[in-house]
């Protein structure tokens, strides 16, 4: 690993994704994130142990003492939990995940936060919090923010980790992460990742969760990569790019229910219409064939699965609710365990948990 | 008692609130609540055991060992507070009773949470919180909502109790609760409730306390209810009706003073003009002689108490705020241990605490 | 000391600060604060006994058993934070405060949450929170609201203490205290505050740092004060004749540099454009030689510091942030521990903390 004390903000900054890795481990961390700031941090064995690690914390908070067990081992550190951006979903999930592990915490959610804040810097505001706090779980719409805290943080008098809940456009690893495990767990009597069709379907050209995903995904033997979408809103040609380099069997499809009868996994996605260049440019595409209903239920193998990153509107009709394929509430959940699991080995308590009676 | 799993949504919610009842009992919990829902949920033998469990919880909390006991209780389970409609008085006072019993909570307390949903559902959202979450303590405007979660999340693979903390203008349990736990702690060595005349006055139209307040009252034996109203805003026929079938002795009057002469309580409201269907209707009603100030504070009898949900304007006089009968501040705080008891009950801890050694 | 319940609130209110003191004093307390509602109740011994409580809670705090100690001393209690006039900084800062004790807290953040009370008066919000709380921190536009709640809380039925987080343009004791505590550990091993020059630069005209501690600084002896502003925002006639009829040596400049040589400590101060009278006066005056910059920093000797009560605009160059002298982050730190010490003193836990085997 490197030091983000050896190495300035500008030089840092211009480093590509793969460079900047080792400046965010943690010492004698044995590669795992200190500040987690995108997905590309994950390699394979890190995934792995991450998933290893909030499967034990899942069996261990199931009895009254393991809970209480789990609560006393971060009872002695507090966290700041930081939404300029807001985000009910994102900010409970973490709060859960602190919660777990007796991490005592403190937020600020509203979006007018900052300019309450008497023409101060996001930096500035940040530093504040960080005398405070021993760790920040930022979310943030301004695009890099998380990372430049991280420099500033380790290089300060109190360098304390900084966990990105989501930047802009950008990032938001901890959302790979939750579908990486929901994978995991859902594959793991079944061998595992390796060798599974993985079927995406919506809104494939805005939003993170597709991207990030499929990007994890290469870490893994034979995945194959299913991207079903309208014309309109097709998988971006560097997504692409980065599966023909690292020779990734993939397809881009418009046939929802060709690509469900073989998959492994059906991912899909909500229209994005947030990010319309003009306002009701999505409601003009055709979104009928990309939905999946009680016919697509019929089409999913008996060992399939159907997940979701949340909110949906009306992708996944209600009635597959109850199918016990359906994993998106599942999912959700998924993310308190992985995010568990990641704050605690933030923390080094990796080994001490997997080690401990409960 | 009945299982949610075992009956429709359409069928359940057709039901009347007596058959519905058993469907909302915890297994084992000998009538007493998982989901609560409505007042009529509680008849007299609960709402003994809950005044009980109360007194009891009360009495634990006063020493340093007693109140770390109590915060062990439920040290594991963590609760949601879903405050779609904000209440800082009920919001505040949930969070103290979870707190009392180490419950870690977690909230959501913006009216505009909805929006921000990007087009979810209230059932999508209250199942992801599910996800994260115990229990789910939720105020609404939207009427019935929290019955449809409770059958909803009964059917759902992560089962959690809802507690509804006020549904539009339709019930608000644990309001009911704390009236009924302040006339039994005040009337506790007088006797009890049985015999006792009670006075409503003010606003008795519309809100929810009256008519919750005045139902539960018929569980008790010979309970006097006399109702001191404007003409406009005097007792609906529907509760009147509930009296007149049940056999309860009632009278309706325009004369405060002569009703507090004979009052062993006296339950002020607030006039509600919130609900006024024309803007200014209610200041259009004279109501100069629906309130209690000093002249009825000599009126009232030595052992005579006031009460008020609270909040209130000008219908009780500041002057009576220290006299030893005025029984609102404490009525607030007793909120808060009828709803540690209720909470405490619904995960199944009556027994232990009310058998523990402190 | 005196008691808030032998006196009446017509009375009380007009009493002078001085004479008010003894009756906001805890009851065996030895002078320490119950009610904590303006500087003038810290003289030097009550100054030096908070400054040692803080550096004990701050030194205990280190070791993970230590924490965990601190988080059993107030586990008991839970407090209310009132801040009707939002700040995150103080608000996270009291937070943490409690957080590190063990008191469990609940908030009221909102400035509209006022409207929500359905026209009820602060008196009667206020009161309702207390049945919840075991003290409340509450922050107002109100001038003269805390000390009135002080009054009435204290006699009540139900007494809790008062910590006044700021009200209007009036009071802010614990940002004094602050300041204090990082003056006390700055020179902790170089003489003490005694003796040392103190800088005020900017804004002096308007907020209440600069007026609180230019007061608390009077309790130390041979404190040299040096006002240095511009012309329109100069430190005000009523703080110059306090020193005078203290005796203190003070000089008004207008040359930054020249007091900078001879600092101890520069108190930067912002701009305070929000009390403008008319819109944009602030931005006609010329602030240019008003800001501590590279220049500056040579300038400081080896032992200065630098401090600032945050946020700051431009007032302090970027380039000083990671100078060893520039205290300001620090600062906010020690108002936690500060605040902590505050707390724990309150509730009578000075003694044990202080002697206790961490």
New interface residues.
């Given amino acids: 690993m490197a030091r983000l004390t050896d190495i300035g903000w500008n030089e840092f900054h211009a480093l590509p994704l793969e460079a900047k890795r080792p400046y965010l481990e943690r010492v004698e961390g044995g590669g795992m994130p200190y500040h987690t700031l995108f997905a590309q941090q994950f390699d394979r064995p890190i995934l792995e142990r991450l998933c290893a690690l909030a499967n034990r914390i899942r069996f261990i908070n199931k009895s009254?003492e393991g809970?209480?067990y789990l609560?006393s081992v971060l009872?002695?550190k507090?966290a700041?939990l930081y939404f300029s951006q807001?985000?009910?979903?994102t900010f409970?999930?973490h709060?859960?995940a602190c919660?777990i592990l007796g991490v005592?915490t403190?937020s600020?959610r509203d979006a007018a936060?900052s300019s309450?804040?008497?023409?101060?810097s996001h930096?500035?505001?940040i530093?504040?919090?960080?005398?405070?706090?021993d760790m920040i779980i930022m979310r943030s719409p301004e695009q890099g923010l998380a990372e430049k805290m991280s420099w500033e943080l380790s290089?300060?008098?109190?360098p304390i980790p900084i966990l990105n809940a989501g930047s802009g456009k950008d990032q938001h690893p901890t959302q790979a992460l939750l579908d990486i495990y929901t994978l995991f767990r859902s594959f793991e009597n079944k061998g595992g990742i390796d060798g599974k069709t993985v079927v995406f379907c919506g809104d494939l050209m805005r939003g993170r969760t597709v991207r990030s995903l499929s990007y994890l995904l290469t870490n893994f033997k034979d995945v194959r990569q299913v991207f079903v979408a309208p014309q309109e809103l097709r998988v971006p040609d560097d997504v692409i790019a980065v599966l023909e380099e690292k020779g990734v069997d993939f397809k881009v499809s418009d046939d929802l229910q060709a690509a469900v009868r073989t998959a492994d996994a059906v991912y899909m996605t909500?229209i994005q219409d947030?990010w319309d260049e003009s306002k009701g440019a999505s409601a003009k595409i055709d979104t009928s064939r990309f939905k999946f209903g009680a016919e697509e239920l019929k089409l999913l193998p008996a060992d399939g699965i159907i997940m979701h990153p949340?909110?949906?509107?009306d992708e996944i009709a209600?009635c597959c609710d109850?199918d016990p394929r359906a994993m998106y509430?599942?999912q959700?959940?998924n993310?308190?365990w992985i995010r568990a699991a990641l704050i605690a080995s933030t923390f080094g308590f990796e080994k001490s948990i997997m080690e401990c009676g409960y």
């Fill in positions: 009254k809970a209480l609560k009872a002695h507090r700041m807001p985000s009910s979903r409970l999930s709060l859960a919660q005592t403190g600020v936060t309450e804040f008497k023409g101060e930096e500035d505001s530093r504040t919090f960080s005398s405070y706090f290089n300060s008098s109190r909500r947030e949340l909110p949906r509107r209600t109850h509430w599942r959700m959940r993310g308190m």
